[in-house]
T-cell receptor, first 111, second 118 residues
């Protein structure tokens, strides 16, 4: 099936550092969503993007919907230990209501 | 708002038995609910899409007779794993899409159900 290429697969950073992760696809997406999943929990929606070029912030998180509609990035500024978790990008292809997920970026923050 | 619950949060069952997992949208009505499974260190894999009052649509490779889905109301969907086997052990997660609202595309996820089949 359609896959989103999410990178990096994992990141190890020091508390206070900024983080950037991205997703790309060969297909055009109508929406881009970023989720965070803690161990043993369901994903929690962080940011939703609906228009090409849209840049949206949620606290220390910023995400952008690429102009080509084939990519998105998520930035986390001034990381803190509770940012630890797995971040997933997801999106809707065309008029489909189904979400396509990336493989996730595992973030580790060292105090 | 937009809270989705799942019950049970974890379950252990013997091979050959059936297990029912409930997914509820607590503070909104959901036109569509989705069921995913997630293996350790992997992404979410969509199993089926469930619309209230109609038959679920299963993804390719998912056995509809093994994973029975019932979407009885706008706030409740159930997944029954029939004749469970150890290979069915996984983390099952549901999500719900609001009936109304702006924007209309967001899915809100439940906390997941850990199924272990012995």
């Amino acid at each position: 099936g359609q896959q989103l290429n999410q990178s990096p697969q994992s990141m190890f950073i020091q508390e206070g550092e900024d983080v950037s992760m991205n997703c790309t696809s060969s297909s055009i997406f109508n929406t881009w969503l970023w989720y965070k999943q803690d161990p043993g929990e369901g994903p929690v929606l962080l940011i939703a993007l609906y228009k090409a070029g849209e840049l949206t912030s949620n606290g220390r998180l910023t995400a952008q919907f690429g102009i080509t509609r084939k990519d998105s990035f998520l930035n986390i500024s001034a990381s803190i230990p509770s940012d630890v978790g797995i971040y997933f990008c997801a999106g809707h292809l065309g008029g489909s209501e189904k979400l396509v997920f990336g493989k996730g970026t595992k973030l580790t923050v060292n105090p | 708002g937009a809270v989705v619950s799942q019950h049970p949060s974890w379950v252990i069952c013997k091979s050959g038995t059936s297990v029912k997992i409930e997914c509820r949208s607590l503070d909104f009505q959901a036109t569509t609910m989705f069921w995913y499974r997630q293996f350790p260190k992997q992404s979410l894999m969509l199993m089926a899409t469930s619309n209230e009052g109609s038959k679920a649509t299963y993804e390719q490779g998912v056995e509809k007779d093994k994973f029975l889905i019932n979407h009885a109301s706008l706030t409740l969907s159930t997944l029954t794993v029939t004749s469970a086997h150890p290979e069915d052990s996984s983390f099952y997660i549901c999500s719900a899409r609001p009936l109304t609202g702006d924007p209309p595309y967001e899915q809100y996820f439940g906390p997941g159900t850990r199924l272990t089949v012995t």
